[in-house]
Every structure is written in C-alpha cells, then in structure tokens.
C-alpha cells in the first residue's frame, strides 16, 4: 500500500518551455501531496504544498508563477514548469500521505534536464 | 526555524561492520522524526517513524532510536545491498504546514565486500 508514482521519469526540453509532471496516489486519496527538488549531492527541499481543491502553498523563495501546481482530484496532483531554463534542471519529486498519517510516501521522482 | 543535521557525510564499511547515524535535530514541537532510504536516482523509500524520547524500532538489519536531541540509525552486519543514502527528516507539531517534513542532508553509506 501506499503507492506513489510520477509520469515522465525524465524529461529533456528546451530553454523558454513549459513542461508538466504528473504525480499520483495509487492505492489512496491524497488531500496534499507535496513537491520537492533535489539537486546533485543535496538533499530535499520542499518547494510546495499542493492541496486539492484550493491554491497551493509555496515555500519562501519559490515563484509560484514559474511553478503552476494543479491538484485538481484526490488522487492527481501536477507540476508545470514554465518557460524552463538551464538552471531549474533537477530532480523533482513528490509525495503524499494516506488519509490519518504522517508518513510521506514519495514517488520515483523525475529528472530534468533543460537544454 | 526547524533544522536538521546529519553526520557523518559519507560512511564507508566493510561487509559486517555495524555502525551508526547520527541525526540532529532542533524543532519546536516534534510530531515525528522520519528515517528514509534513498538509493541514486530515486525517491526516498520509508524506513521508520519515531515519535518520543526513548523509542526504538527495528527493521532487519536496521534500528532507529530517538532522544529529545538526535536519532540513531544502528546498521548491524552490514551487507553491500545496504549501500544507499539515509535522510532524517523531521515533522513540527502545532504548525499550519500540515504533514510538512524538514530533511537533513543525508549519511551516503557504502558497504563493501
């Protein structure tokens, strides 16, 4: 149980392209799933919370209008990257929690890669 | 402001070497301290919870423990399979984020033969 995945795996674009990742809870229903970037040798860093239904909640420091969250059914949640250059190239995870529990479970992630 | 320290950086053990990670921390209010596997390219993979001062669990070759001020990741017999990077993380109670989790930077964790 509690089962998370993440659609591409990898992605190649171009500078000045949008690019949408898609994050799914398989076995439950996520109310908030959230959205991380880890660069080389780093650990997570939270970039937003996504709650269904409603805006999501973005960390200092992130512009939210570079990073349109969608989280438009409990069990959905997307992350478009937009007009994306070389520097947002990464590896962007996410994560959810089963209804009641403070676990996250984390998808397989997906690696940018901006040209 | 939440933080989290993990030392050593990197740990290289032989095949049955036992050691430990070190994990500390500083939150105002834990909820939970979470103990994650990561192994390269991939996301991290749940290990273990911990909730109050004096907790312990124990899965195969693995087991966490908590004070008021750090975990302890105890790898007993090491096998080169338990080659990964470990992260804490910690979750605050009372806080508007929710479920939000505070990572440290990791312990990558060689075993060889």
């Known amino acids: 149980g509690a089962v998370v995945s993440q659609h591409p795996s990898w992605v190649i674009c171009k500078s000045g392209t949008s690019v949408k990742i898609e994050c799914r809870s398989l076995?439950?229903?996520?109310?908030?799933m959230f959205w991380y970037r880890q660069f080389p040798k780093q650990s997570l860093m939270l970039m937003a919370t996504s709650n269904e239904g409603s805006k999501a909640t973005y960390e200092q420091g992130v512009e939210k209008d570079k990073f349109l969250i969608n989280h438009a059914s409990l069990t959905l949640s997307t992350l478009t990257v937009t007009s994306a250059h070389p520097e947002d190239s990464s590896f962007y995870i996410c994560?959810?929690?089963?209804?009641?529990?403070?676990?996250?479970?984390f998808g397989p992630g997906t690696r940018l890669t901006v040209l | 402001e939440d933080q989290v320290t993990q030392s050593p950086e990197a740990l290289r053990l032989q095949e049955g070497e036992s050691s430990s990670l070190n994990c500390s921390y500083t939150?105002?209010?834990?909820?939970?301290l979470f103990w994650y596997r990561q192994d390269p390219g991939k996301g991290p993979e749940f290990l273990f919870t911990?909730?109050?001062a004096g907790e312990e669990k124990e899965k195969e070759r693995l087991k966490a423990t908590l004070t008021k001020k750090e975990s302890f990741l105890h790898i007993t017999a090491p096998k080169p399979e338990d080659s990964a990077t470990y992260l804490c993380a910690v979750q605050a109670a009372g806080k508007g984020g929710g479920n939000k989790l505070t990572f440290g930077t990791g312990t990558q964790l060689k075993v060889e033969l």
């Open positions: 994560s959810a929690s089963p209804p009641g529990w403070n676990e996250q479970f």
């Open positions: 939150v105002s209010g834990l909820r939970g």
């Open positions: 911990l909730y109050s």
């Open positions: 076995d439950f229903q996520a109310t908030t």
